[in-house]
C-alpha cells in the first residue's frame, strides 16, 4: 500500500503510561479537591455568624478519600445556624445568657427589672420563649461559600487533568 497513512505506537510506551495513569490522575485531582475545600473553609469561616467564634473556629476539611473530601463545623449546632430551626427548640439558659453577655445586650423592657445578672436571666428567658415559640432564623454560612468557590474549584479540577495527562505522556 503506496498511499497509506500509517500511525504507530510504541506499545511498552503506551502500556507504561496507562499503568501510571490512574495514580497520576487522582493525585493531581486530589490536590484541586484539597486547596478547593480549604478555599470554601476560609470563606465560611469569614461568613460564619460570631458571638464567640466557636462556630468559625470549629469548621475544618478532611479527605473522605482521594477524590471526596468535605468542609464543615465540628460543633453541634452548625446545621442549625447554617439552615435555621422551626418552632419548638429550647436554647439552654446559660448558653443564652453567655450570649447576652457576650454581645453586651442590655435589657430595654420596663419589664425586665432588678440587678443585671437578674436582668440578663430575664431577657435569656423571653428569648428562650420566643425560640421555642418561633424558632431561629437561618444564618447561611457554609452554602454560600461552597457556591462562591465552586465554578473555580471546578476550573482547577479540569486544568488538574490537563495537567496529569500531559505528565503522563510525557514520562
Do not use: C
Amino acid at each position: 500500500m503506496t498511499d497509506a497513512f500509517i500511525i504507530e505506537t510504541d506499545l511498552q510506551q503506551f502500556q507504561a503510561a496507562m499503568r501510571r495513569a490512574p495514580g497520576v490522575i487522582e493525585r493531581h485531582i486530589s490536590q484541586a479537591i484539597r486547596n478547593g475545600l480549604n478555599r470554601i473553609a476560609v470563606t465560611a469561616k469569614l461568613k460564619a455568624p460570631k458571638a464567640f467564634s466557636t462556630l468559625a473556629s470549629s469548621i475544618g476539611t478532611q479527605m473522605l478519600s482521594a477524590l471526596e473530601g468535605i468542609v464543615g463545623p465540628s460543633t453541634n449546632y452548625g446545621e442549625f445556624v447554617e439552615k435555621g430551626t422551626g418552632p419548638g427548640g429550647r436554647a439552654p439558659l446559660t448558653a443564652l445568657q453567655t450570649w447576652i453577655k457576650a454581645k453586651q445586650i442590655s435589657p430595654r423592657h420596663p419589664e425586665i427589672k432588678g440587678d443585671p445578672e437578674r436582668q440578663i436571666r430575664q431577657l435569656a428567658f423571653l428569648i428562650q420563649r420566643s425560640i421555642l415559640a418561633k424558632g431561629t432564623p437561618a444564618q447561611p454560612y457554609l452554602v454560600p461559600a461552597g457556591q462562591e468557590h465552586a465554578p473555580q474549584i471546578h476550573a482547577n479540577i479540569d486544568l488538574a487533568i490537563e495537567q496529569a495527562l500531559q505528565e503522563i505522556a510525557t514520562r
